[in-house]
């Protein structure tokens, strides 16, 4: 398996533009989970999905954030208006409850912007 | 009080030392403990979990005290290739709320 897939890797935008980060889960895994690691705050869950329906999305931080799961293979992590407080690195992870309860992150998505 | 929290860093020590990291939750539902290591710029990956009568795996012991609320990592000999930051993870039930502590960053001199 290729493990979880982010995309893109890097991203530079400014301020007031949309950005839409993805997602493909190790296929099999039905949890999905977006989190955001900063040097200040460390790794904050921002929503997590199980069977594609949204559980937890206490750890979003506004309604700039929004998160879709159509199917079992895709996730989007979208801001509407980006600020530059939004500079971090997102992460996706994926685990399946038949295994041993572990997460394995996607190489992140870092985003910066200006 | 974060629910997780861990020893600050950094780290320094020599090749071959022993080194140990410690790490508290204030949640005592919880019910699953891992240990994860991230290097630098990369994503979090799974070190050992632990298990309530503690667990070994290779160079690496891991502790944890359910009374005391506390979880424990020891890295014997360690390398230069240990060096990253430590991240301890509690999950409060058998669901998914996984809670990630700050993490300790370790730094292994030659």
């Known amino acids: 398996d290729a493990g979880v897939i982010q995309s893109p890797r890097h991203e530079v935008t400014e301020m007031g533009q949309e950005v839409t980060l993805r997602c493909k889960p190790i296929s099999g895994h039905d949890y999905l989970f977006w989190y955001r690691q900063t040097m200040m705050r460390g790794l904050e869950l921002l929503i997590y999905f199980n069977n594609n329906v949204p559980i937890d999305d206490s750890g979003m931080p506004e309604d700039r954030f929004s998160a879709k799961m159509p199917n079992a293979s895709f996730s989007t992590l979208k801001i509407q208006p980006s600020e530059p407080r939004d500079s971090a690195v997102y992460f996706c992870a994926s685990s399946g409850t038949a295994g041993a309860n572990v997460l394995t992150f996607g190489a992140g998505s870092r985003l910066t912007v200006l | 009080r974060k629910e997780v929290e861990q020893d600050p860093g950094p780290f320094n020590v020599p090749e071959g030392a022993t080194v140990a990291f410690n790490c508290t939750y204030s949640?005592?539902?919880?019910?699953?403990f891992f240990w994860y290591r991230q290097d630098c710029r990369k994503e979090p990956k799974l070190l050992m979990s632990?298990?309530?009568s503690g667990n070994e795996d290779g160079r690496f012991t891991a502790q944890l005290n359910r009374a005391s609320q506390y979880i424990s990592l020891l890295i014997r000999d360690s390398k230069l290739s240990d060096s990253a930051t430590y991240l301890c993870v509690v999950n409060s039930d058998y669901g998914q709320n996984f809670v990630f502590g700050p993490g300790t960053r370790l730094s292994v001199l030659p």
């Open positions: 632990v298990y309530s």
């Open positions: 949640n005592s539902a919880s019910q699953s």
